[in-house]
T-cell receptor, first 117, second 112 residues
Framework: AQKITQTQPGMFVQEKEAVTLDCTYDTSDQSYGLFWYKQPSSGEMIFLIYQGSYDEQNATEGRYSLNFQKARKSANLVISASQLGDSAMYFC??????????????FGQGTELSVKP | DAGITQSPRHKVTETGTPVTLRCHQTENHRYMYWYRQDPGHGLRLIHYSYGVKDTDKGEVSDGYSVSRSKTEDFLLTLESATSSQTSVYFC???????????FGNGTRLTVT
């Protein structure tokens, strides 16, 4: 069965430093997508970054990058130069198959990141 | 922003009462989803819809039903609310291809 695991319930990072949030996944599909979302204390779900299973290069979006290691089934989120506004809950999610198969995402348990000044 | 509005934003209800949560989208997206968020569980899929009158169950569908009579509206109903259904409920839509899900702002439901 498909599964997403985030093993770090909470993490602290010093402002301006980089931080890696771990995510491992389990799927038997060859085609899948991996997503990261941010949920600040206000509660909304904010999409950060996407990696497709066939993408050869790691995805990057501004200060966010996704360290995709397919053989290890990991999709870690790297945030460079942390800012106080990065304090939030972060969710890793996976989509199996393609759009016509329903587009559903399954989510990990989340990692709560706290950025210290 | 996919223009997703959830109503109500907060609701307190008593055990055994029926509750309906509404999700309205303005983007004409085909797929719509209902998730619940609980500490330690992330977001779990309750039901989803792939078109008008076409719905399917998710991981935690027991005690919930849904309806989609128009493209823009997706309703989640708790026929007889229980305390275990106290949660934050998110509606989401999917545009196309490898797009991410776009989420509404959530409904906080408390069942006393």
């Amino acid at each position: 069965a498909q599964k997403i695991t985030q093993t770090q319930p909470g993490m602290f990072v010093q402002e301006k430093e980089a931080v890696t949030l771990d995510c491992t996944y389990d799927t038997s599909d060859q085609s899948y997508g991996l997503f990261w979302y941010k949920q600040p204390s206000s509660g909304e779900m904010i999409f950060l970054i996407y990696q497709g299973s066939y993408d050869e290069q790691n995805a990057t979006e501004g200060r966010y990058s996704l360290n995709f290691q397919k053989a290890r089934k990991s999709a870690n989120l790297v945030i460079s130069a942390s800012q106080l506004g990065d304090s939030a809950m972060y969710f890793c999610a996976m989509r199996e198959g393609d759009y016509n198969q329903g587009g559903k995402l399954i989510f990990g348990q989340g990692t709560e990141l706290s950025v210290k000044p | 922003d996919a223009g997703i509005t959830q109503s109500p934003r907060h609701k307190v209800t008593e055990t055994g009462t029926p509750v309906t949560l509404r999700c309205h989208q303005t983007e004409n997206h085909r797929y719509m989803y209902w998730y619940r968020q609980d500490p330690g569980h992330g977001l779990r899929l309750i039901h989803y819809s792939y078109g008008v009158k076409d719905t399917d169950k998710g991981e935690v569908s027991d005690g919930y039903s849904v309806s989609r009579s128009k493209t823009e509206d997706f309703l989640l109903t708790l026929e007889s609310a229980t305390s275990s259904q106290t949660s934050v409920y998110f509606c989401a839509t999917l545009g196309q291809g490898n797009s991410p899900l776009h989420f509404g702002n959530g409904t906080r439901l408390t069942v006393t």
